[in-house]
């Protein structure tokens, strides 16, 4: 029987990922599927985050299955320990869009911070009126970094380089930041931040970290971006800060549920900015993405340790 390899992401150029198992020497057939598979024989199964109700009964008619892989930084959406408990290696995807999430989210910022967004709907609307919305200096603005993996790094470079003061809260982050970054605890992120910017994966720990709490912690008057996952943060919660005038904008990039209802709440909130998950997003990012995940299939099955293991 020969082994395969099944895809359950659109987004994940089959020809790229079957070339780069070629040149590593693996014979394997790849496969595009839309439902989760069972059967001897699949060696590998890559999921993107919008598989969902992936579990152990899947596993369990998967006998062959030596690699479960995210096609994503998060890898909420995996049973990663029932994988483990399988003897099957867990890897989520690692560097394959810093750069373009990092970019996303200082623009985001930046936006935020300019007025840029709600300058170009006033114009729209008829007025001509900079202090309607006025737009703030960058230098010296105090951005909070929860997290510092990877992502938040490249952002905390692009934001020093702009004469912001970064800040960094997380787990585990003594040694792993330059000079010039300050690590603090989580409440003194919130309450220093005129920026928060969200950058860890969601975990009982982290899902709706941000919520009305640590909301009404925030400076008066500062912001919210979040790049990362949609439930890291209480969109009701959110709303209420918005609406109040607790924080002065928002911009997220992920929802709770993607796409949203056109009567989900969430679209009429005031002063937030939404796109529609696009921070990873580059023309060239799927090939990274192809080649990364031929690479952790080739370590697994040589006995050797692959990229961005979860389990």
Known sequence: MRQSVVVLDSFIPVADLSAALEVGGLDVEVVAATEIPSGAGIVALLVGPETVGLDDRHLAALPDLRLLAATSAGYDHLPVDAAVGRGIRVTRAVDYCTDEVADHALALSVGLLRSTARL??????????VVASPPRRIAGTVLGLFGFGLIG???????????????ASGRSLAGRVPEWVEVVEWDELLQRSDVLSLHVPLTDDTAGIVNAAALRRMRRGSYLINVSRGGLVDHDALGAALR???????AIDVLPTEPPDQEDPILAIPNLVI???????SPDVASRLARQSADNLLAVLEGRTPKGVVG
Do not use: I, N, S
């Open 244 to 250: 109040h005038g607790r924080l002065a904008g928002a």
């Open 153 to 167: 790094h490249a952002f905390a470079l692009r934001a020093h380089a702009l004469g912001m003061t970064v800040l």
């Open 275 to 281: 796109t529609p998950h696009a921070a990873w997003y």
């Open 120 to 129: 170009d709907a006033a114009v729209h609307a008829g007025e001509w009126d």
